[in-house]
């Protein structure tokens, strides 16, 4: 047998079946099956873990999600390792590694365990109290010490190996949890015709027919009653049924996030297959069958190894076949624990006692604890417990005090009733309402298409159930439209009675006690914690959750919140429902960063946008930069040349000779309509009516506000028909922009808008010799200074290709940039860099762009600008129609700030020393021997080496600018004081001769 | 008030913590206060904090419609830091850092201030040039910014990936050491107890509903779910919902209302020494002293009142952070939440005067107005009782809108928290 515990014919594993693992490194035999939890257990491992604050030893409490204490450190291989795992859920493969968390150095020896001494000191909120002094000790001495005390396992310090992938799926139902209230719904609903989708979270559906062993369903066992249900669902084509898948979030218009645990239970992986799957559900109706979670009670040293929910003893007996001790004892308010009792006993198990904190338990389990032979004690309470690495007694007293009696145990199994699980509920926003009758809180007002059943909605009874569940499948599956199928019917029998129990401190851990009574095991909060966060004027349940931490670690108070909030109540000496709950936020239990994020990585993460000539680019040697999600050729080094010697070299030779340029990043907008010239007219400050067709010229685009958004030059194809360029970066900014103004403030207009950004390669040539280079290509178009100059846009071939043709600048030389469809981009550059290469031109990238243009004085938006600047402060009032009544910017240019005189305006900068280059970003002032902080002017926007001009220029933008020509200024840097001259920004050809050449 | 210190909480530990009294009192309104404060975040809690400290004003009630703390104070992540581009902003950020400098002994409250430094990754020559700018125009106004290599930014940040084969590699980074974070709730608590011990009425669970007006414009005192009060002074600060109380006196303020979404990680043992922000890949991330992931990114692009959180945001917050750290894919996401933040045009707050005679207005923090809470709050509270602004807080003016003497820290361009 694997394990020490395991009863012979107990359980649902094959005992031939079995893997072995090892825990802190020492090897286990596990059953094929098992959980880490139910292994250890098997094995008599009991000590699992450490807590968070006090370093306590800890055991495994639950079976399920809601485990708050039995973390573990689960590892396939080094990079394949998961810190804060659940024992509890976590299946076993064969070679798995389990490491214990939180403790040093060693789980059964653990330093951090002093803390348990010192923990009068450190009780709720003591940090806020102290630690202030000295004052810089915080940061230095006593907050790295508090952050290595905390946190719970270590995280991965590899990349990640595994992969994970996602799903968008849509459904009519989908049914949350396959219990017998889910299945039931399922059943239902598929019955229909719908298209369902049934999760659960669980390897094997059943939900509480994993333990619950006397229910039976049309006369089946429960349990296998369940499995060959979900097999009929699975089997139908309208219905998916994902086990091992959690729902871990409920978002707005029933929009479902799952994640489905692929990989994590196998062995040997198959390694194509993820290893976890996000499944984003938009689901018309939601059936949520999530069922209820037990409560612990509240009482001293309730934390040990070997106390554990009652539940969970009965889902590791009749589920994994393992006793969760030899002499056990239930100490419960409600009549379900009995139950564990009875099914251990049967087993073979000795039951010390059934402690009830009730005076009169429910008759029913009384006769049966009897006719076992198994002692009640009534009207008693457990009200401490020994044992250092597992409990080894427990203390008993009659309720009121006397009849004090320690029982030797091995376990201890509590129950304080259960909880309806409303966590996905109440994130969709529904409101929970109170029932004082059952003390639970229960969907009340639902704010989406869900509905709730079974014991997540305070259903009791089996067969009440059933029905509630097949009448709300039914329901839920015709209101989307599917009136297929006949009515399904059940009928189940004898599951136990999980009504009744108490939340809040049991006996002798009530307000005047100073007990050790775990509510949050994971964050060591105990009842007289909640009560000391009330006295402080913590009224608010959710400042009684920070001061104390309650229901804030990786299990989100799912023992422990209704705990809290029954204690504060009782402090505050008001109703639960007065005080309520905290907002359940999503996930319900924590889900993988890179599930949620799945293909996003890597080279999806931002697909790098390249032109149609990236390759040519690549392999003549360039180097690239990004552009917002563009790599654009940067500059083009030959062998041994720096950076600034390649772009000299590029720079002198556009001016000397010719250059081509890749320039299809540019935006580029088609605006089409008989109204495109109005439109134009309205979006940019320019007058457009008024530009011929076959002609192009540079526009200017405000926001709203008067400052400069974006521009570029726009061509007049025909009358109605105009080709708009934008900044690189701009280009799906401005078009929002244009279709926003178009379809909100001018939707009178006819005009249509087609992003056009990609149809496009353009490629820039420049120089002297551009039209040499391109004339013997260009078909149907004179390309002849008169009748094409600068400043026009003609449509005709170039290779054989159509090409709309421009003759434009960004250099300050005669050039062009010929637009061919992007699928010819690479062929016709080939066939032009043939021609521009005999003649001694050279190809150029975005470095030698930027500084021929700085020598030019033309500005870069975005660079030059920054969102601050008006046309008048960059020198581009020429660009602004004086005779337009309207565009977009006119109101906000006229308002007194825009207006005034001082304006941060841009000038060109030249060193005093030629040779020196100013840092772009460098702050610019008038006194550079003033105190701080300084009066600063402006700041250089653009600063380059000028091989052309045989200095540095530069731009910046400067207080009253534009009238300080001449003047001396300063740019303090932290080595040195830079002098330098305000100039105009035109550093080359200043009458413009060489672009008309 | 008793005094914390670990005297005084060695020697309640020996009498089980029962010694100890409410931080703050919550009273029964009066009829009547000399100011009454819209809001109990950290901003209004600290505004009358400082009323009653430095105006000797204390006659003032703090007015939240839930419980104090529970708007973006208590939602936030926490990042400070004073390296804003514009004087104004420098101003009033710097001040503000300075008061955290020395915010838990004036308030003997620990607030957790923990200068662990922010940087600031630069992916491009557009991050570079707009970092350099702000570490110049910090140097030159006296505030500590730094320019670091990839080499120096993955010796401040190991888990830093600083490969040249990321998507966006890092090409430098901007550090300022004596930003870092500190612990929301205990800001909040902290300056309420200081506040209430001076005599500040701290008044929860009560929502203005309305501002009633007197026969010259004046506001008189506030409407609200516990009955009529009234005031000499008003001011609000109620981040999140400043546009409709604002409203309720007819003053439009020109606000976005606009969820912000962040998430934690479960808790892990120490293995992030500071706060990374990215702009180009658009996240950032700290560990707080409990050892979880704190992260967040943008707003979400729509206006909204929902505090709840979706998917597809941190869907891109979660794969931008994977992106800058591998390593943390299989970490696992332990929370997420929403709250509403407030944002002008220009990303700068508003805190001045309004066009209603004894009506003030702090607002527009957006989404980085935590780092500004003890600097807003004293400034803010200058402004009340004195009936105008601080030199400090002087251009923050509502009335910039109108003539277009923004403060426009986002042109400048950065994740602005
Ligand atoms: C997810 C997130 C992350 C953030 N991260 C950072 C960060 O890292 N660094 C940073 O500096 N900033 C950050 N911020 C921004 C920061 O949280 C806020 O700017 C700041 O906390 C605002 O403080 P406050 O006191 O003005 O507002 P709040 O704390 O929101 O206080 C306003 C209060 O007004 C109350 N109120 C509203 N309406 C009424 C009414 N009618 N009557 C009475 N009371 C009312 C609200 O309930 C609320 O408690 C973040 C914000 C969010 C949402």
């Given at each position: 047998m694997s394990g020490a515990n395991r009863i012979a014919g107990q359980g649902r594993l094959t005992p031939a079946r079995t893997a072995r693992f090892t825990f802190d490194g020492k090897s286990y035999e596990a059953l094929e099956g098992d959980t880490v939890a139910s292994a250890l257990l098997a094995n008599g491992v009991h000590l699992v873990g450490r807590s968070f604050k006090y370093h306590r030893p800890r055991g495994i409490v639950s079976a399920g999600p809601e485990e708050p204490n039995a973390l573990i450190d689960v590892a396939r291989d080094a990079a394949r390792r998961q810190p804060n795992v659940r024992a509890t859920v976590q299946e076993v493969f064969d070679g798995m590694k389990v490491t214990s968390q939180n403790r040093w150095p060693s789980l059964t020896f653990?330093?951090?365990?002093l803390n348990n001494l010192m923990s009068p000191f450190f009780a709720a909120g003591f940090y806020y109290k102290t630690f202030m002094w000295p004052k810089a000790a915080w940061e230095k001495v006593y907050e790295p010490v508090i952050r290595r005390a905390a946190g719970l396992g270590t995280a991965p310090t590899e990349e990640d190996p595994d992969h994970y992938a996602n799903r968008y799926a849509t459904c009519d139902v989908l049914v949350v949890g396959a219990g017998v209230a889910g299945l039931s719904a399922a059943l239902a609903a598929a019955a229909t015709g719908a298209r369902v989708i049934l999760c659960d979270e669980?390897?094997?559906?059943g939900g509480a027919l994993h333990y619950d062993r006397s229910v039976t369903v049309d006369g089946k066992e429960g349990f296998v009653w369940a499995q060959e249900a979900a097999a009929k669902l699975a089997a139908m084509e309208n219905v998916t049924v994902l086990s091992r898948t959690t729902a871990f979030g409920y978002y707005n218009h029933n929009f479902v996030g799952l994640v489905e645990r692929v990989t994590d239970h196998v062995a040997r992986p198959d390694r194509k297959a993820p290893r976890e799957r996000l499944w984003q559900v938009r689901a018309k109706r939601v059936i949520l069958a999530t069922g209820a979670i037990e409560r612990h009670m509240v009482f001293g040293n309730n934390d040990r190894p070997g106390i554990m929910l009652a539940s969970a003893a009965r889902t590791y007996l009749n589920h994994f076949g393992v006793a969760v001790g030899k002499k056990v004892a239930i100490y419960t308010a409600n009549d379900s624990a009995y139950e564990a009792a009875f099914d251990l006993k049967r087993a073979g198990v000795q039951i010390a006692a059934i402690i009830d904190?009730?005076?009169?338990?429910g008759d029913a389990v009384l006769n049966e604890a009897r006719s076992h032979g198994i002692e009640v004690l009534p009207g008693h309470s457990v009200v401490d417990t020994k044992g250092h690495r597992r409990v080894s007694s427990i203390t008993v007293v009659r309720n009121g005090g006397g009849g004090k009696r320690s029982i030797a145990v091995d376990a201890l199994l509590t129950s304080a009733g259960w909880t309806p699980s409303v966590h996905l509920f109440s994130q969709s926003r529904g409101k929970v309402a109170y029932n004082a009758e059952t003390g639970q809180f229960l969907p009340g007002t639902y704010a989406q298409d869900c509905l709730s059943v079974g014991a997540c909605n305070g259903t009791n009874g089996l067969q009440a159930t059933i029905e509630e569940a097949l009448a709300a499948g039914e329901l839920m599956a015709r209101a989307t439209g599917n009136d297929g199928g006949e009515k399904v019917e059940l009928r189940g029998e004898n599951a136990f009675e999980w009504t009744g129990g108490m939340a809040g401190a049991a006996e002798g851990a009530g307000a005047d006690t100073n007990v050790k009574a775990f509510i949050d095991f994971q964050n060591d909060v105990c009842a007289k914690d909640i009560r000391l966060a009330v006295r402080e004027g913590m009224h608010s349940i959710e400042h009684i959750k920070r001061f104390t931490t309650n229901g804030m670690a990786t299990d989100q108070g799912k023992l422990s919140n209704l705990h809290g909030l029954a204690i504060a109540a009782e402090t505050l000496g008001r109703e639960i429902p007065k005080v309520g709950l905290t907002t359940f936020r999503a996930p319900y239990t924590p889900v993988t960063f890179g599930t949620i994020i799945n293909h996003s990585r890597g080279d999806l993460f931002d697909p790098a946008r390249k032109t149609p000539m990236h390759a040519w680019e690549e392999a003549h040697g360039a180097l690239f930069e990004d552009v917002g999600n563009w790599k654009r050729a940067w500059y083009y080094p030959r062998a041994g040349e720096t950076m600034q010697e390649a772009v000299d070299r590029e720079c002198r030779t556009v001016r000397a000779v010719a250059g081509v340029f890749d320039a299809s990043t540019l935006g580029k907008i088609e605006v089409v309509g008989p109204d495109a010239a109005e439109f134009l007219n309205l979006m940019y400050t320019n007058a457009w009516d008024t530009l011929k067709p076959g002609r192009c010229r540079y526009g200017i685009m405000l926001r709203e506000d008067g400052f400069v958004y974006d521009d570029g030059v726009v061509g007049r194809i025909a009358e109605d028909r105009f080709h708009v360029t934008t900044t690189t970066g701009g280009a799906p900014r401005v078009m929002n922009h244009m279709e926003d103004y178009l379809q909100t403030e001018f939707p009178h207009l006819k005009v249509w808008l087609t992003s056009t950004t990609e149809q496009w390669a353009v490629i820039a040539v420049q120089g002297p010799k551009a039209r040499e280079i391109i004339a013997p290509l260009v078909e149907g178009i004179d390309i002849s200074n008169e009748a094409f100059p600068h400043m026009s846009v003609r449509e005709g071939k170039i290779c054989g290709v159509p090409t709309r043709l421009f003759r434009m600048s960004f250099t300050g030389e005669a050039g062009y940039e010929v637009n061919v469809p992007a699928d010819y981009g690479q062929a016709v550059w080939e066939a032009i860099w043939a021609r521009a290469e005999t003649l001694g031109a050279c190809a150029y990238g975005t470095e030698t762009m930027h500084v021929l243009r700085a020598e030019k004085g033309y500005i870069i938006v975005g660079q030059d600008t920054d969102g601050t600047v008006t046309p008048f402060d960059a020198g581009l009032a020429w660009a602004v129609s004086k005779k337009k009544t309207d565009f977009v910017g006119i109101r906000g240019l006229k308002r007194p700030d825009l207006v005034k005189e001082g304006r941060k305006q841009l000038v060109g900068l030249r060193t005093k020393d030629p040779k020196l280059v100013l840092e772009e970003g460098a702050q610019i002032v008038a006194d550079p021997n003033q105190p701080m902080p300084m009066k600063m002017l402006g700041h250089v926007t653009s600063a380059y080496w000028s091989e052309n001009c045989g200095h540095s220029i530069a731009f910046a933008l400067v207080e009253g600018g534009h009238s300080r020509t001449g003047q001396t200024l300063y740019v303090p840097m932290p080595d040195r004081t830079v002098a330098v001259e305000v100039t105009?920004?035109?550093?080359?050809d200043k009458e413009g001769a060489r672009l008309n050449g | 008030m008793r005094k914390f210190s670990v005297f005084a909480v060695a020697r309640e530990a020996l009498r089980g913590h029962k010694g100890w009294e409410p931080q703050w009192v919550s009273p029964e309104p009066r009829k009547e206060y000399d100011v009454i404060i819209v809001g109990g975040g950290g901003h209004g809690l600290g505004a009358a904090y400082y009323l009653a400290k430095e105006h000797g004003i204390t006659n003032v009630a703090v007015i939240e419609k839930g419980w104090l703390g529970g708007g973006n104070t208590g939602r936030n992540t926490t990042i400070i830091r004073s390296n804003y581009l514009y004087d104004e902003s420098m101003d009033i950020y710097e001040h503000s850092l300075k008061l955290w400098e020395g915010l838990s002994q004036e308030l003997n409250y620990?607030?957790?201030?923990?200068?662990r430094g922010v940087m600031m990754l630069s992916h491009n020559i557009h991050d570079r040039q707009s970092f350099k700018r702000h570490i110049h125009a910090n140097r030159l106004h006296g505030i500590d910014n730094e320019w670091l290599t990839p080499e120096q930014a993955k010796d401040f940040c190991p888990p830093l990936d600083i490969s040249a084969t990321a998507r966006y590699p890092i090409n430098g980074a901007a550090l300022q050491r004596r930003g870092g974070t500190a612990r929301h709730d205990a800001v909040a608590w902290g300056y309420a107890r200081a506040a209430s011990d001076r005599g500040v009425h701290i008044i929860q669970n009560c929502e203005v509903k309305g501002i009633r007006r007197g026969p010259n414009g004046e506001v008189t005192g506030v409407e609200t779910s516990r009955g009529f009060i009234g005031a000499k002074k008003i001011a609000v600060s109620a981040s999140g919902h400043n546009s409709v109380i604002m409203s309720m006196a007819d003053v439009r303020v020109p606000l976005h209302s606009v969820p912000l979404q962040a998430l934690v990680s479960e808790p892990m043992k120490p293995i992030f020494p500071c706060v990374v922000m990215s702009n180009t890949v658009h996240a950032y991330i700290s560990q707080s002293d409990k050892g979880e992931l704190v992260i967040g990114a943008g707003t979400d692009q729509y206006n909204s009142y929902s505090q709840t959180g979706g998917l597809q945001i941190i869907t891109h917050t979660l794969d931008a952070i994977c992106e800058l750290f591998p390593m943390f894919r299989r970490v696992k996401m332990m929370r997420q939440w929403g709250g509403i933040t407030d944002n002008t045009p220009d990303r700068s707050a508003i805190q001045g005067v309004t066009p209603v005679p004894n009506l003030f207005v702090n607002c527009g923090w957006g989404t980085g107005g935590f780092k500004a809470t003890p600097g807003s709050a004293h400034l803010f509270a200058h402004l009340i009782a004195k009936g105008e602004p601080h030199k400090l807080a002087s251009g923050l003016t509502l009335d910039r809108f109108r003539t277009g003497r923004l403060i426009d820290e986002a042109a400048a361009a950065a994740v602005a928290h």
């Amino acid at each position: 047998m694997s394990g020490a515990n395991r009863i012979a014919g107990q359980g649902r594993l094959t005992p031939a079946r079995t893997a072995r693992f090892t825990f802190d490194g020492k090897s286990y035999e596990a059953l094929e099956g098992d959980t880490v939890a139910s292994a250890l257990l098997a094995n008599g491992v009991h000590l699992v873990g450490r807590s968070f604050k006090y370093h306590r030893p800890r055991g495994i409490v639950s079976a399920g999600p809601e485990e708050p204490n039995a973390l573990i450190d689960v590892a396939r291989d080094a990079a394949r390792r998961q810190p804060n795992v659940r024992a509890t859920v976590q299946e076993v493969f064969d070679g798995m590694k389990v490491t214990s968390q939180n403790r040093w150095p060693s789980l059964t020896f653990d330093v951090g365990g002093l803390n348990n001494l010192m923990s009068p000191f450190f009780a709720a909120g003591f940090y806020y109290k102290t630690f202030m002094w000295p004052k810089a000790a915080w940061e230095k001495v006593y907050e790295p010490v508090i952050r290595r005390a905390a946190g719970l396992g270590t995280a991965p310090t590899e990349e990640d190996p595994d992969h994970y992938a996602n799903r968008y799926a849509t459904c009519d139902v989908l049914v949350v949890g396959a219990g017998v209230a889910g299945l039931s719904a399922a059943l239902a609903a598929a019955a229909t015709g719908a298209r369902v989708i049934l999760c659960d979270e669980q390897p094997e559906v059943g939900g509480a027919l994993h333990y619950d062993r006397s229910v039976t369903v049309d006369g089946k066992e429960g349990f296998v009653w369940a499995q060959e249900a979900a097999a009929k669902l699975a089997a139908m084509e309208n219905v998916t049924v994902l086990s091992r898948t959690t729902a871990f979030g409920y978002y707005n218009h029933n929009f479902v996030g799952l994640v489905e645990r692929v990989t994590d239970h196998v062995a040997r992986p198959d390694r194509k297959a993820p290893r976890e799957r996000l499944w984003q559900v938009r689901a018309k109706r939601v059936i949520l069958a999530t069922g209820a979670i037990e409560r612990h009670m509240v009482f001293g040293n309730n934390d040990r190894p070997g106390i554990m929910l009652a539940s969970a003893a009965r889902t590791y007996l009749n589920h994994f076949g393992v006793a969760v001790g030899k002499k056990v004892a239930i100490y419960t308010a409600n009549d379900s624990a009995y139950e564990a009792a009875f099914d251990l006993k049967r087993a073979g198990v000795q039951i010390a006692a059934i402690i009830d904190s009730r005076s009169k338990p429910g008759d029913a389990v009384l006769n049966e604890a009897r006719s076992h032979g198994i002692e009640v004690l009534p009207g008693h309470s457990v009200v401490d417990t020994k044992g250092h690495r597992r409990v080894s007694s427990i203390t008993v007293v009659r309720n009121g005090g006397g009849g004090k009696r320690s029982i030797a145990v091995d376990a201890l199994l509590t129950s304080a009733g259960w909880t309806p699980s409303v966590h996905l509920f109440s994130q969709s926003r529904g409101k929970v309402a109170y029932n004082a009758e059952t003390g639970q809180f229960l969907p009340g007002t639902y704010a989406q298409d869900c509905l709730s059943v079974g014991a997540c909605n305070g259903t009791n009874g089996l067969q009440a159930t059933i029905e509630e569940a097949l009448a709300a499948g039914e329901l839920m599956a015709r209101a989307t439209g599917n009136d297929g199928g006949e009515k399904v019917e059940l009928r189940g029998e004898n599951a136990f009675e999980w009504t009744g129990g108490m939340a809040g401190a049991a006996e002798g851990a009530g307000a005047d006690t100073n007990v050790k009574a775990f509510i949050d095991f994971q964050n060591d909060v105990c009842a007289k914690d909640i009560r000391l966060a009330v006295r402080e004027g913590m009224h608010s349940i959710e400042h009684i959750k920070r001061f104390t931490t309650n229901g804030m670690a990786t299990d989100q108070g799912k023992l422990s919140n209704l705990h809290g909030l029954a204690i504060a109540a009782e402090t505050l000496g008001r109703e639960i429902p007065k005080v309520g709950l905290t907002t359940f936020r999503a996930p319900y239990t924590p889900v993988t960063f890179g599930t949620i994020i799945n293909h996003s990585r890597g080279d999806l993460f931002d697909p790098a946008r390249k032109t149609p000539m990236h390759a040519w680019e690549e392999a003549h040697g360039a180097l690239f930069e990004d552009v917002g999600n563009w790599k654009r050729a940067w500059y083009y080094p030959r062998a041994g040349e720096t950076m600034q010697e390649a772009v000299d070299r590029e720079c002198r030779t556009v001016r000397a000779v010719a250059g081509v340029f890749d320039a299809s990043t540019l935006g580029k907008i088609e605006v089409v309509g008989p109204d495109a010239a109005e439109f134009l007219n309205l979006m940019y400050t320019n007058a457009w009516d008024t530009l011929k067709p076959g002609r192009c010229r540079y526009g200017i685009m405000l926001r709203e506000d008067g400052f400069v958004y974006d521009d570029g030059v726009v061509g007049r194809i025909a009358e109605d028909r105009f080709h708009v360029t934008t900044t690189t970066g701009g280009a799906p900014r401005v078009m929002n922009h244009m279709e926003d103004y178009l379809q909100t403030e001018f939707p009178h207009l006819k005009v249509w808008l087609t992003s056009t950004t990609e149809q496009w390669a353009v490629i820039a040539v420049q120089g002297p010799k551009a039209r040499e280079i391109i004339a013997p290509l260009v078909e149907g178009i004179d390309i002849s200074n008169e009748a094409f100059p600068h400043m026009s846009v003609r449509e005709g071939k170039i290779c054989g290709v159509p090409t709309r043709l421009f003759r434009m600048s960004f250099t300050g030389e005669a050039g062009y940039e010929v637009n061919v469809p992007a699928d010819y981009g690479q062929a016709v550059w080939e066939a032009i860099w043939a021609r521009a290469e005999t003649l001694g031109a050279c190809a150029y990238g975005t470095e030698t762009m930027h500084v021929l243009r700085a020598e030019k004085g033309y500005i870069i938006v975005g660079q030059d600008t920054d969102g601050t600047v008006t046309p008048f402060d960059a020198g581009l009032a020429w660009a602004v129609s004086k005779k337009k009544t309207d565009f977009v910017g006119i109101r906000g240019l006229k308002r007194p700030d825009l207006v005034k005189e001082g304006r941060k305006q841009l000038v060109g900068l030249r060193t005093k020393d030629p040779k020196l280059v100013l840092e772009e970003g460098a702050q610019i002032v008038a006194d550079p021997n003033q105190p701080m902080p300084m009066k600063m002017l402006g700041h250089v926007t653009s600063a380059y080496w000028s091989e052309n001009c045989g200095h540095s220029i530069a731009f910046a933008l400067v207080e009253g600018g534009h009238s300080r020509t001449g003047q001396t200024l300063y740019v303090p840097m932290p080595d040195r004081t830079v002098a330098v001259e305000v100039t105009d920004m035109v550093f080359i050809d200043k009458e413009g001769a060489r672009l008309n050449g | 008030m008793r005094k914390f210190s670990v005297f005084a909480v060695a020697r309640e530990a020996l009498r089980g913590h029962k010694g100890w009294e409410p931080q703050w009192v919550s009273p029964e309104p009066r009829k009547e206060y000399d100011v009454i404060i819209v809001g109990g975040g950290g901003h209004g809690l600290g505004a009358a904090y400082y009323l009653a400290k430095e105006h000797g004003i204390t006659n003032v009630a703090v007015i939240e419609k839930g419980w104090l703390g529970g708007g973006n104070t208590g939602r936030n992540t926490t990042i400070i830091r004073s390296n804003y581009l514009y004087d104004e902003s420098m101003d009033i950020y710097e001040h503000s850092l300075k008061l955290w400098e020395g915010l838990s002994q004036e308030l003997n409250y620990n607030v957790m201030y923990s200068p662990r430094g922010v940087m600031m990754l630069s992916h491009n020559i557009h991050d570079r040039q707009s970092f350099k700018r702000h570490i110049h125009a910090n140097r030159l106004h006296g505030i500590d910014n730094e320019w670091l290599t990839p080499e120096q930014a993955k010796d401040f940040c190991p888990p830093l990936d600083i490969s040249a084969t990321a998507r966006y590699p890092i090409n430098g980074a901007a550090l300022q050491r004596r930003g870092g974070t500190a612990r929301h709730d205990a800001v909040a608590w902290g300056y309420a107890r200081a506040a209430s011990d001076r005599g500040v009425h701290i008044i929860q669970n009560c929502e203005v509903k309305g501002i009633r007006r007197g026969p010259n414009g004046e506001v008189t005192g506030v409407e609200t779910s516990r009955g009529f009060i009234g005031a000499k002074k008003i001011a609000v600060s109620a981040s999140g919902h400043n546009s409709v109380i604002m409203s309720m006196a007819d003053v439009r303020v020109p606000l976005h209302s606009v969820p912000l979404q962040a998430l934690v990680s479960e808790p892990m043992k120490p293995i992030f020494p500071c706060v990374v922000m990215s702009n180009t890949v658009h996240a950032y991330i700290s560990q707080s002293d409990k050892g979880e992931l704190v992260i967040g990114a943008g707003t979400d692009q729509y206006n909204s009142y929902s505090q709840t959180g979706g998917l597809q945001i941190i869907t891109h917050t979660l794969d931008a952070i994977c992106e800058l750290f591998p390593m943390f894919r299989r970490v696992k996401m332990m929370r997420q939440w929403g709250g509403i933040t407030d944002n002008t045009p220009d990303r700068s707050a508003i805190q001045g005067v309004t066009p209603v005679p004894n009506l003030f207005v702090n607002c527009g923090w957006g989404t980085g107005g935590f780092k500004a809470t003890p600097g807003s709050a004293h400034l803010f509270a200058h402004l009340i009782a004195k009936g105008e602004p601080h030199k400090l807080a002087s251009g923050l003016t509502l009335d910039r809108f109108r003539t277009g003497r923004l403060i426009d820290e986002a042109a400048a361009a950065a994740v602005a928290h």
